[in-house]
């Protein structure tokens, strides 16, 4: 048993259907700018005339930023409370409305599936659907992550198809 | 890259260059963005199944993007030198996949790699196209670290507007009405 998980939710104790909610963060010009700076440094994220004249249509966070501050409150809410093993990845990644500065955004994550790994049958796959909003309720990024979580008993036999 | 939508060729490889990963800046990216224990404490670390320290993939990732942002401004300096006007290069719409392969540890070297896949013009903005890159990060043994199927704006440099378009864009412009035609429109 691993010590530092021991307590938490293991892939047994975890539902299909569940939602956490993923509480809400404002962005800051300041946030956006410092996080830009450092991993996306185009004009529209850094200097307020270029995002009016960008597709953006004023200041906005990175995308990348948008994912990283959802991934702090996934975290927070969820990640940090079940053994994660850390993620395999994600799909179908949308940024559908920039977030302006000052917005505020809020969302949930629903766990969409759950299934044991074949290979290492003390792991266990969940994924995620992440639905974030904006302040006005309008969708701003959607994705579908995929998670490692171990199980509190690998010894119980994978059953073909089987999907709790 | 920051070229004209029309001047991209599809399967051009762009080496983006690498970027050395220290314990210090996963450990900070970790804390501010992904608190995950194996991400932010080098001893509880060990007990995972990893058995140490690695950085979030949205840290490797994000590393990655900045590469290539740098490219595009060093693709547009290149264009200007030889007194060529550069394109322009449009947000993201989104990331159709994104693999986590081999964990990024620290002392680790990663190495960045674009391509090109395939384009078409976007039918929702016009005047602009869609690219479709495959990203792809390996370590200093060769190993994968992600495959990322990435999608990006770039700017048509030929696109002339359809009248209807442009009589479109002309109505929005008018008080009230205009609000009311994006709203439909948009």
């Known amino acids: 048993m691993n010590p530092v998980t021991a307590s938490r939710r293991h892939y047994e104790d975890l539902a299909v259907g569940e939602i956490v909610d993923l509480g809400a963060t404002t962005v800051s010009k300041e946030m956006i700018v410092t996080f830009a700076s450092e991993f996306d440094p185009f004009p529209f994220h850094l200097d307020e005339a270029a995002a009016k004249a960008s597709l953006l249509g004023g200041l906005a966070s990175s995308g990348?930023?948008?994912?990283?501050?959802?991934?702090?409150?996934?975290?927070?809410?969820?990640?940090?409370?079940?053994?994660?093993?850390?993620?395999?990845?994600?799909s179908d990644l949308k940024w559908k409305e920039p977030v302006m500065v000052g917005d505020t955004i809020s969302g949930t994550a629903a766990i969409a599936s759950l299934r044991r790994s074949r290979h290492h049958p003390?792991?266990?796959?969940?994924?995620?659907?992440?639905?974030?909003?904006?302040?006005?309720?309008?969708?701003?990024m959607t994705?579908?992550?995929?998670?490692?979580?171990?199980?509190?008993?690998?010894?119980?036999p994978l059953i073909e198809g089987e999907n709790p | 890259m920051t070229r004209w939508f029309e001047d991209i060729t599809i399967d051009e490889v762009?080496?983006?260059?690498?970027?050395?990963?220290?314990?210090?800046?996963?450990?900070r990216f970790g804390q501010l963005y992904d608190p995950q224990y194996f991400?932010?404490?080098?001893?509880?670390?060990?007990?995972?199944?990893?058995?140490?320290?690695?950085?979030?993939?949205?840290?490797?990732?994000?590393?990655?993007?900045?590469?290539?942002?740098?490219?595009?401004?060093?693709?547009?300096?290149?264009?200007?030198?030889?007194?060529?006007?550069?394109?322009?290069?449009?947000?993201?719409?989104?990331?159709?996949?994104m693999d986590f392969k081999v964990?990024?540890?620290?002392?680790?070297?990663?190495?960045?790699?674009?391509?090109?896949?395939?384009?078409?013009?976007?039918?929702?903005?016009?005047?602009?196209?869609?690219?479709?890159?495959?990203?792809?990060?390996?370590?200093?043994?060769?190993?994968?670290?992600?495959?990322?199927?990435?999608?990006?704006?770039s700017k048509l440099?030929?696109?002339?507007?359809?009248?209807?378009?442009?009589?479109?864009?002309?109505?929005?412009?008018?008080p009230v009405l205009g609000k009311v035609l994006v709203k439909r429109t948009g």
């Open chain 1, 64 to 90: 990348w930023q948008t994912a990283a501050l959802t991934l702090r409150m996934l975290g927070d809410r969820f990640l940090n409370t079940i053994a994660s093993m850390g993620g395999l990845g994600f």
């Open chain 2, 103 to 153: 964990p990024v540890r620290p002392g680790d070297t990663v190495t960045y790699t674009l391509v090109v896949t395939g384009k078409r013009p976007s039918n929702s903005i016009p005047g602009w196209g869609l690219l479709f890159n495959t990203l792809e990060a390996t370590n200093q043994r060769g190993e994968l670290v992600y495959h990322a199927e990435l999608v990006d704006f």
């Open chain 2, 39 to 97: 991400h932010v404490d080098p001893e509880a670390a060990r007990q995972s199944h990893f058995g140490g320290l690695v950085a979030s993939g949205w840290h490797t990732v994000s590393v990655g993007h900045r590469h290539m942002v740098d490219a595009l401004f060093a693709e547009e300096e290149r264009l200007r030198g030889l007194g060529r006007e550069p394109g322009v290069s449009g947000p993201s719409p989104g990331v159709n996949r």
């Open chain 1, 122 to 140: 003390e792991r266990g796959i969940v994924t995620i659907d992440l639905d974030i909003r904006n302040q006005h309720g309008e969708p701003v």
């Open chain 2, 157 to 174: 440099r030929d696109y002339k507007m359809p009248l209807r378009l442009r009589l479109l864009l002309a109505l929005t412009r008018i």
């Open chain 2, 14 to 27: 762009f080496p983006l260059g690498s970027h050395h990963f220290t314990e210090a800046e996963i450990v």
């Open chain 1, 143 to 156: 994705m579908r992550l995929a998670n490692l979580v171990e199980l509190r008993d690998p010894s119980v």
